[in-house]
Nanobody
Framework: QVHLLASGGGSVQAGESLTLSCDAL????????MTWIRQAPGKEREGVAG???????KYALSVQGRFTISRDHAKNALYLQMSSLKPEDTAMYYC??????????????????WGQGTQVTVSS
């Protein structure tokens, strides 16, 4: 059963913005590290942004300064604000969560709960 529902993806032009949302359907994620991970066709999964329970954030170098991750504990939700989008940002974006630190790191992926993904397509 999927407990993380991602939404907000779409097709945009380069330079435009999108905000992804992830609704957590159980309260356990309040105490979990949460992250956005993307995967483009033919490429490995890439941790884009992660946020700890205490609010500390980490970003992939490829998105630093353009993407902002945030969480709303009251709404049990995770967000990813994406600006200045580039064609290379095109991918399926997944939200994931786990009871461990640094969940953005690929070594942690097997221990995460995953949502169903939302597609982001950026055209030049």
């Amino acid at each position: 059963q999927v407990h993380l529902l991602a939404s907000g993806g779409g097709s945009v032009q380069a330079g435009e913005s999108l905000t992804l949302s992830c609704d957590a359907l159980t309260l356990k994620y309040e105490s979990y590290c949460m992250t956005w991970i993307r995967q483009a066709p033919g490429k490995e999964r890439e941790g884009v942004a992660g946020i700890e329970v205490d609010g500390r954030t980490k970003y992939a170098l490829s998105v630093q300064g353009r993407f902002t991750i945030s969480r709303d504990h009251a709404k049990n939700a995770l967000y990813l604000q994406m600006s200045s989008l580039k064609p290379e940002d095109t991918a399926m974006y997944y939200c994931a969560a786990g009871p461990l630190a640094n969940c953005i790191e690929k070594e942690k992926y097997d221990w995460l709960d995953w949502g169903q993904g939302t597609q982001v397509t950026v055209s030049s």
